[in-house]
């Protein structure tokens, strides 16, 4: 399987060379940003720094997308998601850079935020949560003269979360409008719900100034997510989607993947237990995790194609994550076994590494061979860095 892995790297740095000048999406999620993350660490990978030649390029296109006017702000699709990535960069010392000055973006980034607390827009991906990641990473990076701006960034998010929260049976939750519906929902995914509040909140009551007033919001989004959890005698997973408050009625399956479902909240949990060092929390997080792992047909899983978002080496990364910060050999054996059909899906998807149909591949992080590289390096070495991009952590 190795080789084939290593097979389907070369296809994806061909794909991205050839491909990269034709987009016009600079986002790390979603666009260009994510495919120069993927020819960083693939030239670290190799040993080879004329592959970094083409991830600076990249760099350089998306400063010709932003010199051209592209304004969008977010995480996935825009600033917020470039600059993190320039800054992830340089701390992983890809490059250097005393030619970029991203303070220079703050205050746009911040009142793009501070926007988004008006609309209650917590969302990781194209909300709050997203900025809030990038200004961590500056409070933890950035000179001591620049930290003071950066923990004020991060606390007026606290208070956002503070104030937005609503009183459930067991703790606290956040809700979010559903985008088909209009209905108020509790949205419990990864990718725009309460998952990444936890795990936005893991990452904070990690950093020592914000450990105490963040812990009581962690610890009320866990007790009110935990009281959600399926009877999974009943039902293939233990969390739903999300929940509707105006019929009081939810479908109580979810997919297998990183966007929704159990996986991507069980990693969370995981990573909770640690961080609170609670034991409870951390047996009920391997269990559900354990659960995930014997899920494996198309109707248990919903996986019908390669991608990170909700495909099969989106779960070969989450596998390999927890087999990492976990050394049981269940979630090594779900590694290979997704690692395995995201070869066999990615072959069989026109977006994605197909050849002869579709001639142009969809090149993102997420949802596209981006994401499928970077998701095999990590899988095949310890380059797994990049992966807190997507809120995923190695714990020691």
């Excluded at 592959?51 to 996935?76: A, H, K, R, W």
């Excluded at 609309?119 to 409070?139: P, S």
């Excluded at 620049?146 to 009183?167: A, D, Q």
């Excluded at 990693?267 to 409870?280: A, E, P, R």
Aim: glycine share 8%; proline share 1%.
């Amino acid at each position: 399987m190795i080789d084939n892995l290593q097979s389907v790297l070369k296809t994806i740095n061909n794909i991205v060379n050839e491909q990269y000048a034709s987009r016009k999406q600079l986002g790390l999620c979603s666009g260009l940003s994510g495919a120069a993350l993927f020819q960083f660490y693939y030239s670290r990978y190799t040993q080879d720094n004329e592959i970094s030649n083409s991830g600076i390029d990249i760099l350089g296109e998306c400063i010709s997308q932003i010199n051209n006017g592209y304004m969008y702000p977010t995480f996935c699709d825009g600033f917020a998601g470039l600059t993190w990535l320039f800054d992830h960069l340089e701390q992983q010392n890809f490059i250097d850079l005393d030619t970029i000055d991203l303070d220079s973006f703050d205050n746009y980034l911040y009142n793009s935020m501070l926007l988004d607390f008006d609309k209650k827009n917590y969302d990781f991906l194209h909300g709050a949560i997203g900025y809030t990641v990038y200004f961590l990473e500056r409070f933890k990076n950035s000179k001591q003269e620049n930290k003071l701006r950066y923990k004020s960034y991060i606390e007026s998010f606290i208070e956002f979360l503070e104030n937005s929260s609503v009183r459930g049976e067991k703790g606290i939750m956040w809700l979010s409008k559903d985008y088909e519906t209009g209905n108020e929902v509790y949205n419990l995914g990864l990718s725009h719900g309460v998952a990444s509040i936890i795990g936005i909140l893991n990452q904070l009551c990690d950093t020592k100034e914000f450990n105490v007033r963040c812990s009581p919001l962690l610890m009320g989004a866990v007790n009110e997510l935990l009281n959600y959890k399926n009877d999974i005698e009943l039902f293939p997973s233990y969390f739903p989607s999300w929940i509707s408050f105006s019929s009081q009625e939810y479908y109580k399956k979810s997919r297998l993947g990183w966007c929704y479902g159990d996986l991507g909240i069980g990693l969370q949990l995981f990573y909770t237990s640690k961080i609170l060092k609670n034991t409870d929390l951390e047996t009920e997080s391997i269990e559900i995790l354990t659960h995930c792992a014997t899920r494996r047909s198309p109707e248990q899983t919903s996986v019908d194609d390669g991608a990170v978002c909700h495909g099969a080496f989106g779960n070969a990364l989450i596998f390999n994550n927890i087999y990492v910060n976990t050394g049981k050999m269940i979630f090594r054996e779900a590694r290979d076994y997704w690692l395995e059909k995201g070869i066999e899906l990615s072959f069989e998807d026109d977006k994605l590494l197909k050849i002869g149909q579709n001639e142009l591949k969809e090149i993102s992080l997420l949802t596209g061979v981006a994401g499928i590289g970077l998701s095999i390096i990590s899988c095949l070495s310890d380059l797994n860095k990049w992966e807190n991009s997507i809120m995923l952590y190695h714990h020691e």
